[in-house]
């Protein structure tokens, strides 16, 4: 009865239309009141402790640096670099999408500024060359969900926080899985294009490579930065976050010079509004987090997962199916945090390491960013590209099920994941 009321509340306030924080916060008190313990005063001071958290401090710093990055030219640069590295083979224009997004996605970690950066710089040139429209928006949304894979990753830190599994961790097993699935875009993307009939730009010199590399260098090096502070020990996460902003700050006022304090000011207003939204989410996920654990649902889901328990991929199975599910209709921040304190005791239960346990539901909740209806990241390409959903959705859906190949390899073959884990670690 008490899942029922869970999830009973939840989908009907969500069905007619209420934000999904304050969906949150309705399940939470009619949970409250099926328990017999309404009180409005434990509603707010849960709600207050739930955002009053030192790592949840990464993200607001992490959306900043996101944003002075795409403004900054930073962005602009990188791609640059990856057009002079690849951008004369056939399909180029593909490969340069898919590794300015992973250099991208180890500098911001939001899937969706990734997204809009690369539509706004790339889709019009891909369009121009002659590739097919759709399937052009298509590998940009999917090239952009690998930033919350690749750290620094916002996913990761909300998830650490919910789950309490280090972070720093959870970085280091995210490199090798987020590779692999650019990789996995790589091969199906050759696969489309090998029968285009398109004449790729000129190969660049030896010169005009080196120069590309040179202008982007500021760029380049943050992530190396991030990944050995993390390492050894230089910096927290959320002291990477700051680290992040500072530097990219840094390098588009001082360096590029291509922002002054008037272009800032709406860069902060910007961060500070999206990162108004997903904090609110987060403490508002916390009150249901909390009264999840009251009323003991976590040992009911146990229960009904026991036959499971004995066979760790089974299960893993079981859940990264259920999280395609919820995926489809919830974004990533609010299905991480409704699935995360109902799912880890199964997890734990059944022996599987938390780390790889999140690694695996950050890769499906970052596809679930492009599986329509929701797919945020979807909806952010069709817009900055004016391309129809439907175009999009049409294009995805290729490289989605490329993705979603490499996830459960990762299931069937945790050592995907751990083996490379542990040496960063």
């Known amino acids: 009865m008490t899942i029922i009321i869970f999830l009973g509340s939840l989908l009907a306030a969500m069905a007619v239309g209420v934000p999904i924080a304050f969906s949150l916060l309705l399940c939470g008190a009619a949970l409250m009141w099926h328990l017999n313990m309404f009180d409005a005063q434990i509603l707010a001071q849960n709600l207050l402790e739930g955002a009053n958290s030192f790592p949840l401090l990464a993200v607001p710093f992490f959306m900043l640096a996101g944003e002075i990055m795409n403004a900054g030219g930073l962005s602009r640069r990188i791609v640059n670099f990856a057009m002079a590295l690849v951008g004369h083979v056939k399909g180029g224009l593909g490969y340069v999408t898919i590794v300015a997004a992973v250099i991208m996605a180890s500098l911001s970690g939001s899937a969706v500024a990734d997204a809009a950066a690369l539509t706004a710089l790339l889709l019009p040139m891909m369009v121009a060359a002659g590739h097919d429209r759709a399937r052009s928006a298509g590998l940009i949304a999917s090239a952009g969900i690998i930033a919350p894979i690749i750290p620094p990753s916002i996913g990761f830190v909300i998830f650490g926080v919910a789950a309490n599994v280090s972070i720093s961790k959870l970085f280091m097993a ?164 409704l699935l995360t304190p109902v799912l880890m005791p199964v997890v734990k239960a059944a022996g599987i390491d938390p780390v790889y346990f999140g690694v695996l539901f950050i890769i499906n909740n970052a596809i679930g960013l492009i599986t329509p209806p929701v797919g945020t990241v979807l909806n952010a390409v069709a817009g900055v590209g004016k391309v129809s959903m439907d175009e999009v959705t049409k294009g995805v859906v290729p490289f989605m099920i490329a993705q979603f190949a490499i996830m459960f390899l990762m299931v069937l073959f945790p050592q995907l994941v751990m083996v490379p884990a542990r040496w960063f670690y």
Do not use: C
């Not at 199906?188 to 029968?195: D, E, G, N, V």
């Not at 992530?223 to 020990?233: A, D, E, H, R, S």
């Not at 008037?262 to 961060?271: G, Q």
């Not at 996920?285 to 991929?313: F, G, H, R, Y």
């Open 174 to 337: 995210g490199i090798f899985p987020g590779l692999m699935l650019a990789l996995s875009l790589v091969g199906t993307w050759w696969w489309l294009a090998r029968k285009e009939h398109i004449t790729p730009p000129p190969r660049k010199n030896l010169a005009e490579v080196l120069e590309a590399m040179r202008l982007a260098t500021w760029a380049l090096v943050l992530p190396f930065i991030i990944v050995f502070g993390l390492k050894f020990g230089v910096f927290t996460p959320t002291e990477a976050a700051v680290v992040a902003a500072v530097y990219s700050l840094f390098v588009s006022t001082v360096i590029y010079r291509e922002l002054n304090f008037k272009k800032l000011v709406p860069l902060f207003i910007t961060a500070a509004k999206t990162s108004a939204v997903v904090m609110f989410l987060v403490a508002a996920a916390m009150v249901s987090a909390w009264l999840i654990t009251v009323a003991n649902l976590p040992a009911q889901v146990v229960a009904l997962l026991e036959p499971l328990l004995d066979s760790p991929k089974l299960l893993m199975f079981a859940i990264m199916v259920l999280v395609i599910v919820v995926g489809t209709a919830l974004d990533m921040t609010p299905t991480i945090l």
